[in-house]
């Protein structure tokens, strides 16, 4: 992988966290108006977790092949 490549996917995945983070202390500071806020804000989570840990295994998989 290049160090441009590379260099994109760290920011990428930093972006990913600041939001999650974010998010994750609206849920705990209680910020959602209705359960149908929270249950969306949780799924918000969700997906950037996923997209998150995504991105890190194809790092590590771009990393262990080279």
């Known amino acids: 992988m290049t160090p441009e490549v590379h260099a994109f996917a760290e920011e990428l995945r930093k972006a990913l966290r600041t939001y999650m983070n974010e998010m994750t202390d609206m849920v705990a500071l ?35 092949s080279d």
């Open 30 to 64: 209680g910020s959602a108006k209705s359960f149908d806020e929270y249950q969306r804000t949780v799924g918000h989570i969700e997906g950037l977790a996923i997209a998150e840990r995504e991105l890190l295994n194809l790092l590590n998989v771009s990393d262990n």
